[in-house]
């Protein structure tokens, strides 16, 4: 079945740190990735997302490109920020946005300055 | 981009009695809606989807006649929790999908907590 496998947390890093979040995904065909964000006390957004393969998503100086050939979709950003702080969430999804999305457990990120 | 609200927020209730979620999509026409369920430091499981005018489609091991699920308009979808008890409780979350789009909208979540 399609599954979600992201790095665990809590991520804790200081203010213009370098940050890497792993995600690797299970799925059969070609399904579409999506990083989403969930800041403390408000609904998931959509961070960025990437459609097939070598697509990279970008928003708000996060990246993430999608690799086939090891089935990921690692989000990085140059320099965090403290208001980056919040639980990231991968995700993927087969076919159109009809479908549903299958979840990674989430990384929270806590930003200090 | 587009809002999905849910509400309540946060729900306290006694065992036994029946709780109703709310999910409105309030700038964009909603063909589907999932739910989804989340523990603490667990990622969102999904528990139905639904499309308008029709039954939804639950996933294996949940039980549809606990949570029921109508999704009478294609702005609005309600969940309801039926005779509650204490492993409910649970941060609820509904995503609306307009269809051919790419991009599901979620809502802020519903905590629900059975004593």
């Known amino acids: 079945g399609n599954s979600v496998t992201q790095m665990e947390g809590p991520v804790t890093l200081s203010e213009e740190a370098f940050l890497t979040i792993n995600c690797t995904y299970t799925?059969?065909?070609?399904?579409?990735l999506f990083w989403y964000v969930q800041y403390p006390g408000e609904g998931l957004q959509l961070l960025l997302k990437?459609?097939?393969?070598?697509d990279k998503g970008s928003n708000k100086g996060f990246e993430a490109t999608y690799r086939k050939e090891t089935t990921s979709f690692h989000l990085e950003k140059g320099s965090v920020q403290v208001s980056d702080s919040a639980v990231y969430f991968c995700?993927?999804?087969?076919?159109?946005?009809?479908?549903?999305?299958?979840f990674g457990k989430g990384t929270r990120l806590s930003v200090i300055a | 981009g587009a809002v999905v609200s849910q509400h309540p927020s946060r729900v306290i209730c006694k065992s036994g009695t029946s709780v109703k979620i709310e999910c409105r999509s309030l700038?964009?026409?909603?063909?589907?809606m999932f739910w989804y369920r989340q523990f603490p430091k667990q990622s969102l499981m999904l528990m139905a989807t639904?499309?308008?005018?029709?039954?939804?489609?639950?996933e294996q091991g949940v039980e549809k006649d606990k949570f029921l699920i109508n999704h009478a308009s294609l702005t609005l979808s309600t969940l309801t929790v039926t005779s509650a008890h204490p492993e409910d409780s649970s941060f609820y979350i509904c995503?609306?999908?307009?269809?051919?789009?790419?991009?599901?909208?979620f809502g802020p979540g519903t905590r629900l907590l059975v004593l």
């Open positions: 995700a993927l999804r087969r076919d159109s946005g009809n479908t549903p999305l299958v």
């Open positions: 990437a459609t097939k393969a070598d």
């Open positions: 700038d964009f026409q909603a063909t589907t």
């Open positions: 799925a059969t065909g070609y399904p579409s």
């Open positions: 639904s499309n308008e005018g029709s039954k939804a489609t639950y």
């Open positions: 995503s609306a999908s307009g269809g051919a789009q790419e991009t599901q909208y």
